[in-house]
T-cell receptor, first 117, second 111 residues
Framework: AQTVTQSQPEMSVQEAETVTLSCTYDTSENNYYLFWYKQPPSRQMILVIRQEAYKQQNATENRFSVNFQKAAKSFSLKISDSQLGDTAMYFC??????????????FGQGTELSVKP | EAQVTQNPRYLITVTGKKLTVTCSQNMNHEYMSWYRQDPGLGLRQIYY???????DKGDVPEGYKVSRKEKRNFPLILESPSPNQTSLYFCASSPRADKAFFGQGTRLTVV
């Protein structure tokens, strides 16, 4: 069974600085997706970034980038130039690409990020 | 606008009183799921559906029912709610294996 682990329950960063959130996962599958979702106080789940396991190139979306290490089963999120609006809970998630039980996402425990002015 | 709509957003109920949380998507997605979110546990899949009349259990199905009579709707039914079902619930839809779109969440309290 696949598992996702986020070992940092809480983190804080000063506005305009860079922060990295860690995520490790365990799977025997070769084809899968990895995601980072943001959950602000409004509770809405917002997709931040998506990575296909077969792609070696790390995904980037504006100030958000990932460091995908397939062999190490590591998928960290880097937020550059942190903004107050980045304050949120961040979830790392795994989806099996083929046998995925209706698009099932397996989530980590979450990391609560606070951006301080 | 592409969206997943779930209602209600907040619900307080008493133990044993049947309730339904509705979910509707306008993106013609085949796949839909229900998740519950609990502190320290992330989100866990309750039930999922891969098409009309095709549903199956996720990781935490006990105490829940679902139905998929139409492609756009996927209600979550609690026949006899108990306090351990107090949680934050999310409906999600996706076009097969790809990113999921989430509803706004339903905060359920069972007293």
């Amino acid at each position: 069974a696949q598992t996702v682990t986020q070992s940092q329950p809480e983190m804080s960063v000063q506005e305009a600085e860079t922060v990295t959130l860690s995520c490790t996962y365990d799977t025997s599958e070769n084809n899968y997706y990895l995601f980072w979702y943001k959950q602000p106080p409004s509770r809405q789940m917002i997709l931040v970034i998506r990575q296909e396991a077969y792609k070696q190139q790390n995904a980037t979306e504006n100030r958000f980038s990932v460091n995908f290490q397939k062999a190490a089963k590591s998928f960290s999120l880097k937020i550059s130039d942190s903004q107050l609006g980045d304050t949120a809970m961040y979830f790392c998630a795994f989806m099996n690409m083929i046998y995925n039980q209706g698009g099932k996402l397996i989530f980590g425990q979450g990391t609560e990020l606070s951006v301080k002015p | 606008e592409a969206q997943v709509t779930q209602n209600p957003r907040y619900l307080i109920t008493v133990t044993g009183k049947k309730l339904t949380v509705t979910c509707s998507q306008n993106m013609n997605h085949e796949y839909m799921s229900w998740y519950r979110q609990d502190p320290g546990l992330g989100l866990r899949q309750i039930y999922y559906s891969m098409n009309v009349e095709v549903t199956d259990k996720g990781d935490v199905p006990e105490g829940y029912k679902v139905s998929r009579k139409e492609k756009r709707n996927f209600p979550l039914i609690l026949e006899s709610p108990s306090p351990n079902q107090t949680s934050l619930y999310f409906c999600a839809s996706s076009p097969r294996a790809d990113k999921a779109f989430f509803g706004q969440g339903t905060r359920l309290t069972v007293v």
